[in-house]
């Protein structure tokens, strides 16, 4: 009977290590699937954060550039109008280079005042007018329509035939002007 009896506790204490393992495991399999959902959830939120920082500057950088249109829009938002208003202050100055000797002097003055307002409205909302004479020819505010010999070096503008204009920095008419071939017949 003891036999039997040693078998009985022997079958008794497996049976408790085994009761006393599966409680074990299943707390471990439980702590391993709990610390998979905690690293799940934390990418999930690094994810979603990524995103919303991306989002945010996303947002932010709409924000400046619909600043920077309007802003634009305001500047630049009437240069068809300002080009056709230099078509007027051509015609201005050539009215006035083209008054007669001999007339009356009260209608030059008249004239000069008219085009020196019209110029200071102009300056005032960003029209400037490019200086050009003697200066050395830039293609991005100078069109070159022919050439002359003179004592200044090649290169260099001699003669404006079409004054040009920028409006805020940007070109809104490039001067049309001729420029020099360098001296004739050498040194």
Not at 16 to 38: F, H, R, V, Y
Not at 85 to 105: K, W, Y
Not at 132 to 160: W, Y
Request: charged share 25%; with cysteine.
């Amino acid at each position: 009977m003891t036999s039997a009896n040693e078998e009985n506790s022997a079958q008794g204490a497996q049976s408790e290590l085994n009761g006393k393992q599966a409680p074990e495991q299943t707390e471990q399999s439980g702590a391993e699937t709990q610390m998979k959902k905690i690293a799940d959830l934390e990418a999930q939120i690094k994810e979603k954060e990524a995103k919303y920082l991306y989002l945010y500057a996303d947002f932010d950088n709409f924000k400046k550039r619909a600043v920077k249109e309007r802003s634009d829009l305001i500047k630049f938002g009437w240069e068809s109008l300002a080009r056709e208003l230099l078509q007027t202050v051509d015609n201005l100055e050539r009215a006035v280079s083209h008054i007669p000797q001999g007339s009356d002097p009260s209608l030059a003055e008249g004239l000069n005042l008219v085009l020196a307002q019209f110029k200071a409205s102009l300056s005032k909302y960003g029209v400037q007018n490019i200086d050009c004479l003697k200066m050395e020819f830039d293609p991005n505010l100078h069109e070159a329509i022919g050439q002359e010999p003179s004592e200044l070096p090649s290169g260099t503008v001699v003669r404006e035939h079409t004054r040009g204009y920028t409006l805020h920095g940007r070109l809104l008419r490039p001067a049309r002007v001729s420029i020099s071939s360098g001296r004739m017949g050498g040194i």
